[in-house]
């Protein structure tokens, strides 16, 4: 079992962290929360705004519940596939809180929650997952794809890594037009194994692009565990090979998340090039619906990380020190959006397919006569007999 590692209680001040050597930033592991809810460092903390931390919490409960609607909804056969990312709601949040609406988001699988925290709509989400005609991207993208153009949310892909040469190259266009914002690339462990990270580090590195790199690390890349997929010491320290700041974050400690990254995107706002994060987290759940880790894993240490390390009991047990969340407040907030989700499924499992027409849309700008040709060929088949079939 991966150890958390060494928290940075033994600085002077936990926030001096970011001062320190760059090797040991990309070896420790910044912690402003215990795992039993208790503060590293009441002084860091003394500034937290009760309205950001109530709805870091609130953020965190939603996912949570959301994934667990939409999970059985594909058990139900109701949809096709589904991904998690149980456990991991600290790091999604903590993450999308430092954001700002003029920032583009380049996602990985399990940033749905962050694109949920800057304005995409449950309907647009679970739309997106039924494929159905009220879905931005027409039924084309198999689900947890969705995207949101108005926050800058862009749509995820499933080529594992691809997306971070795109947050790079975002970063660079804005650098170039002197935009605001900045581009915060995300992916997952196994992803820093591939050939598109180490081409987005370079560029990164050498052009000082203004991005925020954020790996989830869940400390496995779908059946394979980090110790297989990589000799680095850490994830984070592979950044500096590439003149990168890395930094080494418990990504189940929501505030230490949110103080990281706000310090990273506060950097890259100024023009002082990339940072690196790691966040360090696990994914208690299964890859995706179609996998079942106990065949590959010992679930016995998922079990510690599903209890004594779970991100939203920790900072609950913090937030009801402070007097901020009061006891069954969660179980109530939890019964809300339950509804909330409930009611936004009702509404897009009535929603239709998208028309056969769509299929020629958004390739050309006017349908090429070929294409018109296909598309009469195709509507000239029979058509299913369920009339909300969406696949």
């Known amino acids: 079992m991966a150890s958390p590692g060494r928290a940075a209680a033994s600085k002077a001040s936990a926030l001096s962290y970011f001062d320190g050597d760059d090797v040991e930033k990309a070896r420790g592991l910044f912690q402003l929360i215990r795992e039993d809810g208790t503060s590293v460092d009441d002084a860091a903390l003394a500034s937290l705004d009760k309205d950001l931390a109530r709805g870091l919490f609130e953020a965190m409960v939603r996912i949570r519940v959301t994934d667990a609607r939409m999970m059985a909804l594909q058990r139900q056969g109701r949809i096709g596939f589904y991904g998690e990312a149980v456990g991991q709601e600290a790091a999604i949040v903590g993450s999308a809180a430092a ?56 749509v995820m892909s499933s080529c594992v890594s691809t997306q971070i040469p795109h947050a790079v ?12 914002g900045v581009a915060f690339g995300y992916m997952g462990d196994g992803g820093t194994s591939e050939g598109d990270f180490h081409v987005a ?19 496995w890349a779908i059946s394979t565990p980090g110790s297989l997929q990589t000799a680095a010491e850490t994830i984070a320290i592979k950044g500096l090979g590439y003149g990168v700041e890395a930094l080494r974050v418990d990504g189940n400690d929501v505030l230490a998340v949110h103080h990281a990254v706000t310090y990273a995107a506060d950097k890259a706002r100024r023009g002082d090039g990339p940072t690196f994060l790691e966040l360090l987290t696990y994914r208690v759940s299964a890859h995706s619906s179609s996998d079942d880790p106990s065949r590959y894993r010992d679930e016995a240490v998922t079990e510690v990380w599903k209890g004594q390390r779970d991100p939203i009991r920790r900072f ?25 989700v409930r009611e936004a499924i009702a509404r897009q499992e009535k929603v239709g397919a ?5 299929l020629i849309d958004d390739v050309f700008e006017e349908p090429t006569w070929n294409l018109r040709e296909q598309l009469s060929a195709i509507e000239a088949l029979p058509r299913p007999k ?3 079939h969406h696949g």
């Not at 560029?203 to 400390?219: D, M, S, Y």
């Not at 047990?317 to 019964?335: F, I, K, P």
Request: glycine share 8%.
């Open 386 to 388: 369920n009339p909300h």
């Open 99 to 154: 954001t700002r609406p003029e920032d583009w988001i380049v996602p990985a699988l399990r940033e749905a929650g962050v694109g949920l925290y800057r304005g995409l709509t449950l309907d647009s989400y679970i739309a997106q997952i039924f494929g159905n005609a009220a879905d931005p991207t027409k039924g084309r993208q198999m689900p947890c794809h969705p995207c949101d153009k108005e926050h800058h949310y862009v």
């Open 316 to 340: 609950e047990a913090y937030l009801m020190t402070r007097g901020w969340v009061a006891e069954g407040e969660r179980e109530a907030l939890s019964a809300k959006i339950e509804t909330d």
């Open 354 to 358: 998208p028309e056969l027409s769509t």
């Open 201 to 219: 580090l370079n560029f990164a590195g050498v052009r000082k692009a203004p991005c925020v790199l954020i790996c989830q690390n869940n400390q």
């Open 169 to 180: 190259g975002i970063a660079m266009a804005i650098q170039i037009k002197r935009d605001p």
